[in-house]
């Protein structure tokens, strides 16, 4: 069943992109956007910080590369909303079971939790990109952004995505020793498909 939702949620994105018209279909799949012309600075202006230091927009600047070759394609489209949704179902999950635990939450976990809420409300912003994304404010639901500017808004929040898996990922390093285990095995399940994702984003072009 979840194999079928997740065929399903990609068919809509994909028809997001490709647009309505003729024309659309025939040419979304050869190039959604031209990512070559698309400038970094721009791209890290419009992201949530108000500053990015050398590092930060260092590793920015390596998944915007990876990016700009795998969304040319509505295959590496798809290839990269399967992997949101993979990153979706773990983080559900972990939050569930940190819920489930039973013990009041540290100072550190709950650090990490927040950060997964923020994942899985940007995860379902890219899954959804449709009524999410790609749609105009105030504006019919019939009315949607043109197949390039829904290709720029799912750049950017993939890339969002992938800043807030890596400061997750950090947190999730730095968790004290005398962590409650039920704690320590939850979050060691939702950092492996963390530590995936970056490898399988660029895998997706391949």
């Avoid at 698309?38 to 230091?53: H, K, M, Q, T």
């Avoid at 600047?61 to 979706?88: F, M, P, W, Y």
């Avoid at 639901?141 to 799912?154: D, F, G, I, V």
Wanted: hydrophobic residues 45%; aromatic residues 4%; glycine residues 2%.
């Amino acid at each position: 069943m979840r194999g079928v939702t997740i065929c399903l949620l990609l068919l809509t994105a994909a028809s997001c992109l490709i647009g309505s018209s003729g024309k659309q279909a025939a040419t979304a799949g050869a190039e959604l956007v031209n990512f070559e012309a698309v400038d970094l600075a721009n791209l890290i202006d419009e992201l949530d910080d108000d500053y990015v230091d050398v590092e930060e927009s260092s590793f920015i600047s390596s998944v915007h590369d990876a990016l700009k070759v795998v969304l040319q394609t509505l295959r590496g489209v798809n290839c990269t909303i399967k992997e949101v949704a993979e990153i979706l179902n773990a983080t559900a999950k972990y939050v569930e079971t940190i819920d489930a635990c039973g013990v009041t939450l540290t100072k550190d976990v709950a650090a990490i939790v927040r950060n997964c809420k923020t994942i899985i409300a940007i995860c379902n912003d890219i899954i959804h990109m449709q009524s999410k994304l790609c749609a105009i404010p105030d504006e019919p639901k019939s009315n949607a952004l043109s197949p390039k500017k829904c290709s720029w808004q799912l750049l950017k929040a993939v890339v969002r995505l992938a800043r807030t898996i890596r400061a997750t990922r950090r947190q999730i390093a730095r968790l004290p020793s005398d962590t409650s285990s039920c704690f320590v095995n939850a979050t060691s399940e939702v950092k492996a498909s963390y530590d995936s994702f970056a490898p399988n984003i660029h895998a997706c072009f391949d």
